[in-house]
């Protein structure tokens, strides 16, 4: 057996390998720690929950100019385990605007420690942040021409 084939048999994929998305926007890369492992030895669902919410956050945080927050996960799905060491590429589109809020699209890809280069979608989610002001409540978005365009294409 050569080098090449044995190191494949040692990282055998659990998943079908899948292209990168190119209607999103690559939002951030992070790599899971062992002190971001559950009892199984996989990485606790909360820690994936806290990098999608700042992932998501990057989008809208253009539009938004100030304080905003997170005030609804409409969805959220944990397709497959993530592991420690693997590399996470978090990819995000706007998916409406609103007068107040925003919500985005993320999307969650892995790089399997010694896979690398191949990707795994492991997680999936739908966030909605507000615009707030100082008294944190929520404040209009003043939207630019293109963002309107999209959000009347979202109402159709
Ligand atoms: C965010 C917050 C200021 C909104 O205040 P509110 O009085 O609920 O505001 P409104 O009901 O006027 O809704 C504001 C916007 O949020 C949207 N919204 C409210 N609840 C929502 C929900 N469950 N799902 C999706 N969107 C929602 C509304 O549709 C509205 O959007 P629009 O203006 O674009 O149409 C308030 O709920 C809050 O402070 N929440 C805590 C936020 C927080 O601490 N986040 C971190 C969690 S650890």
């Known amino acids: ?11 055998p994929l659990d998943a079908p390998t899948i292209g990168l998305p190119k209607d999103k926007e690559l939002v951030l890369k992070v790599i899971p720690m062992p002190a971001d492992c559950n009892a199984n030895g ?11 919410d700042l992932a998501g956050s990057v989008v809208p945080a253009r539009y938004v100019d100030g304080r905003m927050a997170t005030v609804a996960v409409n969805q959220f799905v944990f397709k497959q385990p993530v592991r420690v060491g693997d590399i996470l590429s ?10 107040t809020s925003i919500t985005v699209q993320v999307e969650v890809y892995a790089e399997r420690f010694r896979s690398q280069g191949r990707y795994i979608k492991v997680t999936e989610a739908s966030l909605t942040y507000v615009a707030i002001d100082d008294f944190g409540k929520p404040r209009k978005i003043v ?14």
Do not use: C, Y
């Open 143 to 156: 939207k630019p021409d293109a963002v309107q365009v999209l959000a009347a294409q979202d109402t159709m």
């Open 1 to 11: 057996m050569s080098n090449e084939s044995s190191a494949h048999a040692a990282t």
């Open 90 to 99: 978090f990819f995000s589109s706007l998916t409406r605007i609103g007068n």
């Open 42 to 52: 996989d990485i606790f669902g909360g820690w994936v929950m806290a990098q999608v």
